[in-house]
């Protein structure tokens, strides 16, 4: 089972949907969450972290869940521009030893 | 302006050839790593370093060194670079010394091994 799973999409929405990701971890002593977009052929950049409250930045929301272990993130009114991968990172000892682990990305496509 | 920079951006080399991809961060920041993405298994995790003179192996570290004797300067090396080393491969930096907080990415180097 890999450590950070998410579901490779694509998720095709229609412009003004609503669209959730989720992004499972099997390390139940992981300690950051976080969301990276990273547009095609481009450098990764931090969406946003998710505390354990929950957050929201405007449209997109994340939530953590550390009972089922996972991590979630939720745009509302999704514009042509959400069009990427969203990346998830979770940090923590993993089985090599090191504190990082991203997630294999979602891959969503908002379509007009 | 706040940046990781790379070179080269892309780069075509030949088998055994020796190559160094450099990174530099303008940040101050301790942490330092190097990745490698490929279509299908995501992003990996090369060497990292949390300081200068220390670094360590991440989930990929085969076939690559790293060395960071400066703050700002974490270069990739392959010394004799293989096929199965044609990837997309992006430094990161954080000013957290354990890398848990926001990481800036460079824009990448693509590297094509013939």
């Known amino acids: 089972r890999k450590e950070v799973e998410q579901d490779p999409g694509p998720f095709n929405v229609p412009e003004g949907a609503t669209v959730a990701f989720n992004c499972t971890y099997s390390?139940?002593?992981?300690?950051?969450f976080f969301w990276y977009r990273q547009d095609c052929r481009k450098e990764p950049k931090l969406l946003m972290s998710?505390?354990?409250s929950g957050n929201e930045d405007g449209r997109f929301t994340a939530q953590l869940n550390r009972a089922s272990q996972y991590i979630s993130l939720l745009i509302r009114d999704s514009k042509l521009s959400d069009s990427a991968t969203y990346l998830c990172?979770?940090?923590?000892?993993?089985?090599?030893?090191?504190?990082?682990?991203f997630g294999g990305g979602t891959r969503l496509m908002v379509k007009p | 302006e706040a940046q990781v920079t790379q070179n080269p951006r892309y780069l075509i080399t030949v088998t055994g050839k020796k190559l160094t991809v450099t990174c530099s961060q303008n940040?101050?920041?301790?942490?330092m790593s190097w990745y490698r993405q490929d279509p299908g298994l995501g992003l990996r995790q090369i060497y990292y370093?949390?300081?200068?003179?220390?670094?360590d192996k991440g989930d990929v570290p085969e076939g690559y060194k790293v060395s960071r004797k400066e703050k700002r300067n974490f270069p990739l090396i392959l010394e004799s670079p293989s096929p199965n080393q044609t990837s997309l491969y992006f430094c990161?930096?954080?000013?957290?010394?354990?890398?848990?907080?926001?990481?800036?990415f460079g824009e990448g180097s693509r590297l094509t091994v013939l």
């Open positions: 998710v505390y354990s």
């Open positions: 940040m101050n920041h301790e942490y």
């Open positions: 390390n139940s002593a992981s300690q950051s």
């Open positions: 990172v979770v940090t923590g000892f993993n089985n090599a030893g090191n504190m990082l682990t």
């Open positions: 990161a930096s954080s000013l957290d010394r354990l890398g848990t907080g926001e990481l800036f």
């Open positions: 370093s949390m300081n200068v003179e220390v670094t």
